[in-house]
């Protein structure tokens, strides 16, 4: 199943994931399960009765059904990608900082390295795009180190979107300095005071 979700075959990955929940007895391993099939459900995007099925069985927040604090986190993680895709980002970031906080404390580098870029792309979406360079850079910093082609590539992504805007803020700041160094100039020659009209306005600007 897991196999199945890094070549992207979904359908595979949920045949895989279900025949495993037949078949296990162990808590935590169906726990595990469980939480991989709910991001096959959000990724696939039309499964919504058995996502909320699967959700409901492992909430983070009221009786998790097993004590590992690493399948907490995951669960958090999962609530934070589904409330990411429905555009409730408030809600993705507090599921998002919990996981935030016990993957650092378990020393789960890829699940923090994903919560970290995860919540960095909720800020980019948000027009927040100092705060969103804040988590991207050591997102792009740990996945190098694990390694995780998938989140660097994300990463990469974002970062080149932040610096577009960046580039596109500082274009627009030029343009304004230039358009009153020329209407300065106009008022300073008396152009001004001369206008009659919008039309006349507008072509000395132009000039």
């Not at 939480?35 to 909430?59: F, P, W």
């Not at 980019?124 to 082609?149: C, F, T, W």
Request: contains cysteine; hydrophobic residues 45%; positive net charge.
């Amino acid at each position: 199943g897991l196999y199945c979700i890094s070549v992207n075959c979904m359908d595979n990955a949920e045949a895989q994931f279900t025949t495993a929940l037949r078949l296990t007895t162990h808590q935590e391993l169906w726990t595990y399960i469980v939480t991989n099939l709910a991001s096959v459900y959000i990724r696939e995007g039309n499964r919504h009765q058995e996502l909320y099925g699967l959700l409901e069985r492992i909430n983070p927040d009221h009786n998790f059904p097993v004590s590992s604090h690493c399948l907490r986190a995951a669960a958090f993680y999962i609530r934070g990608l589904l409330s990411f895709f429905q555009g409730r980002y408030n809600e993705a970031k507090r599921f998002l900082r919990e996981t935030l906080k016990m993957s650092n404390a378990e020393d789960l580098n890829r699940l923090t390295a994903c919560s970290l870029v995860l919540l960095g792309h909720i800020f980019y979406v948000l027009g927040n795009h100092r705060e969103s360079n804040n988590m991207v850079v050591p997102a792009m910093q740990l996945a190098s180190k694990i390694p995780d082609m998938s989140v660097q590539l994300w990463s990469s992504a974002l970062l080149k979107g932040t610096f577009f805007t960046f580039q596109c803020l500082l274009e627009i700041s030029r343009e304004q300095v230039q358009a009153w160094h020329i209407l300065n100039r106009a008022v300073h020659l008396g152009f001004v005071l001369k206008m009659k009209g919008s039309e006349s306005a507008v072509l000395c600007l132009q000039t």
